[in-house]
């Protein structure tokens, strides 16, 4: 996985330009409302530190080989996500609570545009985490004798 800081750095840019966008569209629908841009900060803000967490536990998980860190975030992930929500759905009023969920959702659209977009249909850049054009070195399998091996042959 060559660049994965920059992808990273990538997709946390297209999901500000995301929560942008949603506040540019709630203005026409629900006025210029101070709650809901606060609950969309700290929904964005939110989803972008769990976004760098997972990636985070993925990276130990490869590097370690255990699956424990990636359990463990999970459930930590869902409790800063939950905290954040009810969070603002004290604070504020029911768009704030709106605008939290909007703003989680901005990781996930920003994660589509760029698979979707950038590296599908106008293929501005090659996908740093498709590597399946590189050779593998495959596991010879007929190396190994089982002798006590009780198949039929």
Known sequence: MTNLKEFKREIVKYAMFAALLALVISIPLAGLRIDFA????AGTAVTVLNFNLLVM?????????????MVGGYFARLVIYGAAFVLCAKLGEMFAAIGCVTGFITIHV?????????YGLIKKKKNPLN???????????????????????
């Not at 920003?110 to 950038?118: D, E, K, N, R």
């Not at 010879?140 to 091996?149: F, G, H, I």
């Open 38 to 41: 606060c609950g969309l900060l």
């Open 57 to 69: 536990a993925g990276e130990k998980v490869m590097s370690e080989g255990r699956a424990m860190p």
């Open 110 to 118: 920003s994660i589509l545009f760029t698979y979707l977009v950038v």
């Open 131 to 153: 590597d399946w054009t590189e050779p593998k070195e495959w596991n010879d399998l007929s190396v190994y004798d089982d002798e006590d091996d009780d198949w039929p042959k």
